[in-house]
Each structure stands twice: as C-alpha cells, then as structure tokens.
C-alpha cells in the first residue's frame, strides 16, 4: 500500500513551453502534498504544500506564477512549470500525506526534468 | 528556525566494513519528528525509519541501527558490515508535529561501498 506514482518520470523540452507532471496517490486519498526539487548532488528543497480544494502554499522565492500548482482532488496533484528555461531543469519530487493525519509522507519516484 | 546537518558529504568504506552516518538538528520545538530516507541512484526515496521526539530507545533493524540522543540533538545511523547495495544517498529529515508536517531534509550523505 501507500504508493505514489509521478508521471511522466523523464522530460525533455525547449526552452519557453510548458510541462505538466503529474502526481498521483493510487491506493490512498492524500489531503496533502508536497513538492519538492533537487538539483544534482544537492538535497530537496520543498517548494510548495498542496491542500485539495484550496490553493498552494509556497515556500519564500518559489515563484508561483512559474510553478502552477493544482490539487483537484484527493489523488491527484499538478505541478505545472511555465515558460520552462534551462535553469528550471532538475529532479522534482512529490510526496503524500494521507487523510489519516499521519506525520508520515509516501514519495513519488520522481520527473526529471530537461529544459534545452 | 529548523535545521538538519549532515557534515559527513561523502564517505567510502570497503564492504563489510560498519560505516556511521551522522544527523545532528536544530529545533526550538520540543515534540518532532526524525527521519532517514536512502536514495539510490534511480532516484526514488526509500523510507528507513522514522523516530518521535518522545522515544529515545535506539532501534535496530537488521543491519541498520539508529542512535537518537536528544541531549546531543544527534540522529546518526549505523550500517553494519556494508554491502554493495547500500551505495546511495542518505537524507536525514526533521518535522515538526504541527498540521503541516513539512519535511526538513538534511544535504545527504553519499555513501560508497566498494567491492
């Protein structure tokens, strides 16, 4: 149980589009989650709390007109990267809570992330 | 403010060598969370354990041991007689009990078990 699914795992785009990744709770309901990004050799760094039904919460310089993030139901959160540059290319990872309140936080495997 | 340290940025050990991986925190909070995750090179978080402020008890599993002591704000993690497999990075994580449980991760340690 508790797994969580990223889609797509690897992308490569040109400069100026937009990538939607997708996050997925497949055996629980998440009220929450989370997204975080890594670059090479560094740690995660959360960028932002997703609550289903009301907007993101995001951590101080994380622009959230570049990182569009939508939580429309109990399964399924969005991470939208706008206008996409090289320097936004990274590991992003996601993360969900489920309804029961646990302190624990299941992970996604991950979306690599390429911008040329 | 909240902070995980993890000063060891890289360690190489022979296999089967036993090899200490060291967590050292900050919090102002007295009830919090402590985690360790392992990342292998596909990328994927691995859940190891995860410790509540209240319980001290240092827990074994298997080859893997855990060394909580709140008066050192230390959370070091042992792997005894190292394998291959082990080769990963490994994160060290804090959080606090509040409704947002936002994870604190240290900068990883990488460790590399050679044949």
């Known amino acids: 149980g508790a797994v969580v699914s990223q889609h797509p795992s690897r992308v490569i785009c040109k400069s100026g589009t937009s990538v939607k990744i997708e996050c997925r709770s497949l055996?629980?309901?998440?009220?929450?989650m989370f997204w975080y990004r890594q670059f090479p050799k560094k740690s995660l760094m959360l960028m932002a709390t997703?609550?289903?039904?009301?907007?993101?919460?995001?951590e101080q310089g994380v622009e959230k007109d570049k990182f569009l993030i939508n939580h429309a139901s109990l399964t399924l959160s969005t991470l939208t990267v706008t206008s996409a540059h090289p320097e936004d290319s990274s590991f992003y990872i996601c993360s969900a809570r489920d309804l029961s309140g646990s302190s624990e936080q299941f992970f996604g495997p991950g979306t690599r992330l390429t911008v040329l | 403010a909240q902070k995980v340290t993890q000063a060891q940025t890289e360690i190489s050990v022979v296999e089967k060598e036993d090899v200490t991986l060291d967590c050292v925190y900050e919090?102002?909070?007295?009830?919090?969370?402590l985690f360790w995750y392992k990342q292998p090179p596909s990328g994927e978080l691995v859940f190891l354990i995860r410790r509540n402020s209240f319980d001290e008890q240092n827990e074994i599993s298997g080859r893997y041991s855990w060394n909580f002591q709140k008066s050192t704000s230390s959370f070091n993690f042992t792997i005894t007689a190292s394998q291959v497999v082990d080769s990963a990075v490994y994160f060290c994580?804090?959080?606090?009990?509040?409704?947002?449980?936002?994870?604190?991760f240290g900068s990883g340690t990488r460790l590399l078990v050679r044949p």
């Open positions: 919090t102002r909070d007295t009830t919090y969370y």
């Open positions: 997703s609550n289903e039904g009301s907007k993101a919460t995001y």
């Open positions: 055996d629980f309901q998440a009220t929450t």
């Open positions: 994580a804090l959080t606090r009990m509040d409704s947002s449980y936002k994870l604190i």
